[in-house]
């Protein structure tokens, strides 16, 4: 088993920047990928970022692409979601998950932990 816990939402500005931590513990020598998530109420959850846990690779969706940073420290079991000039419509809760299976392209249906959520809501 693998939990993982986010924390660092809040609220902040249009244009502010936000870090979402998210630190994995238990048999994190399963992982392999890591993934952030969010959801809004009236719409589906989507994949905001994603990282290999081994190499380092990386993967964004292009409504955050040159914002937000995904990034990890392996020795500690951390996962970062740097978060720059953010819009009001990246408010949502952001979910930090992680993916036994092989492959960085992956939906929300191939991870197999989640944690509980973290509020961002970025004002105008």
């Known amino acids: 088993q693998v939990q993982v816990v986010e924390s660092g939402g809040g609220l902040v500005q249009a244009g502010g920047s936000l870090r979402l931590s998210c630190a994995a513990s238990?048999?994190?020598?399963?992982?392999?990928?890591m993934g952030w998530f969010r959801h809004t109420p009236g719409k589906e959850r989507e994949s905001v970022a994603a990282i290999n846990w081994g190499d380092g690779r990386t993967l964004y969706a292009d409504s955050v692409k040159g914002r937000f940073t995904i990034s990890r420290d392996y020795a500690k079991n951390m996962v970062y979601l740097q978060m720059d000039s953010l819009k009001p419509e990246d408010t949502a809760v952001y979910y930090c998950a992680a993916k036994r299976s092989r492959g960085i392209f992956g939906t929300e249906k191939s991870y197999d932990y989640w944690g509980l959520g973290t509020q961002v809501t970025v004002s105008s």
């Open positions: 238990g048999r994190t020598s399963s992982i392999y990928v």
